[in-house]
């Protein structure tokens, strides 16, 4: 079993910038593919951005492509993302989630979750 904690999320202009962290605990990490999504009030969770089980390969949907880093440190059992020039559209729940290997744009192919971190953008 593998638990995740996300952290990092909060309040911030728009213009600003976050760093998400994803803490994983009970299995290294080292193995799985990694993502972040997030929802917002009354849409559908949506993906965020993925980062492979060496961190070699990275993707991020269209809309955060410039703004959002994923990267991961496996060492520290840790994946993160640097979220800059935030925009109010941003506001969501920020999910981080493991499946092995590779990552997956598609939130039902991922074993396990965190709880999730609140961020807010204000315009």
């Known amino acids: 079993q593998v638990q995740l904690v996300e952290s990092g999320g909060g309040l911030v202009q728009a213009g600003g910038s976050l760093r998400l962290s994803c803490a994983a605990s009970?299995?290294?990490?080292?193995?799985?593919?990694m993502g972040w999504f997030r929802q917002a009030p009354g849409k559908e969770r949506e993906f965020v951005a993925g980062?492979?089980?060496?961190?070699?390969?990275?993707y991020s949907t269209d809309s955060v492509k410039g703004r959002f880093t994923v990267s991961r440190d496996n060492a520290k059992n840790a994946m993160y993302l640097q979220m800059n020039s935030l925009k109010p559209e941003d506001t969501a729940v920020y999910y981080c989630?493991?499946?092995?290997?590779?990552?997956?744009?598609?939130?039902?192919?991922?074993?396990?979750w965190g709880q999730g971190t609140q961020v807010t953008v204000s315009s």
């Open positions: 980062i492979s089980w060496n961190g070699g390969t990275t």
């Open positions: 009970g299995r290294t990490i080292s193995n799985y593919g």
């Open positions: 989630a493991a499946r092995m290997f590779v990552p997956s744009m598609t939130d039902n192919e991922y074993q396990y």
